[in-house]
């Protein structure tokens, strides 16, 4: 019959709107209570009515796949050897894969020889362009780069609020473990250890040589925070792995095979040019 559905939608939204006042009058002033989370009840799955959200001072907390303004990694404070070292080696993988191409990215030079080192010297986001894609957090091979949970940026100043700088984009390691435990162990987990790729092949160099690396690895693994140190129990250990594979014949059966076949290309190449010389 004609207008059925229409007429289920209006109860619908009739039953929401009484729902609402059913638990607004069942939680009674305990809804403000910091003391309970009938806040967070309130705003899950199970709650009944609509719940308006008295923002900003009440906040509905973001899942933890939520993604805003991109920031950068940078060791904790109480790194035993790498204190505040960025993990971004300024390879601009980033800024190449950025569709609107909000970022920019100065790389570092040694001073003394000007050579490149592997980390920026200055990092740009343009945040009122970056469009949240989140692309440059999945591209970047260092797992430098990450998708913040704040949103609370606006600004009536453009220029020297919504450009974030180095520092501005700068947060430590610990910080993204907080905000999203279950990613950072992830990504631990393919990285075979909570280090950065290449602390952990100093730590690889100086347990082979029995240095002071290794136990610095030690110290991280202790430090992590509780949820992040038992996920850590069952991870892999990559400087283990790569201990155990340092020790082994480095000359195996296929290298000797692919060195001859090699070998016995460059002789046939000799001789074609000796053939075509002559
Ligand atoms: S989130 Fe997307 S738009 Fe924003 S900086 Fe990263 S790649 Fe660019
Ligand atoms: S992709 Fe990662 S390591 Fe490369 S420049 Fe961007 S943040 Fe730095």
């Given at each position: 019959m004609y207008g059925t559905g229409l007429a289920k939608g209006l109860m619908l939204t009739l039953r929401h709107f009484i729902d609402s006042f059913v638990d607004d009058l069942r939680y009674g002033l305990r809804?403000?209570?910091?003391?309970?989370?009938n806040f967070g009840l309130r705003q899950g799955t199970a709650a009944k009515g609509v719940v308006t959200v008295q923002y900003p001072d009440e906040k509905v907390a973001v899942p933890e796949r939520f993604r805003f303004v991109p920031f950068l990694i940078v060791e904790d404070e109480d790194h035993p050897s790498r204190s505040g070292k960025d993990w971004c080696t300024s390879c601009g993988i980033c800024a190449k894969v950025c569709p609107p191409q909000c970022i920019w990215i100065v790389r570092g030079n040694d001073p003394d020889t000007g050579r490149p080192v592997p980390e920026p010297e200055a990092f740009f986001i343009d945040i009122d362009i970056c469009m949240n894609c989140g692309y440059c957090a999945e591209y970047c091979p260092f797992d430098a780069i990450k998708m913040d949970h704040d949103y609370e940026l606006a600004s009536y100043d453009r220029t020297s609020h919504h450009i974030h700088d180095k520092e501005k984009l700068s947060k430590p390691a610990s910080y993204w473990r907080d905000i999203a435990p279950t990613r950072a162990y992830e990504e631990m987990l393919v990285r075979g250890t909570w280090e950065h790729k290449d602390a952990a092949k100093e730590a690889r160099r100086g347990s082979a040589g029995g240095g002071s690396s290794s136990r610095a690895q030690e110290t991280r693994a202790e430090a992590a925070p509780a949820p992040v140190a038992a996920a850590a129990e069952t991870a892999p250990s990559a400087p283990a792995a790569s201990a155990s594979a340092e020790g082994a014949t480095p000359w195996s059966e296929d290298d000797a095979k692919r060195e001859e076949r090699r070998r016995k290309a460059l002789e046939r190449k000799a001789k074609r040019a000796a053939r075509s010389g002559g």
């Open positions: 809804k403000y209570s910091h003391a309970t989370d």
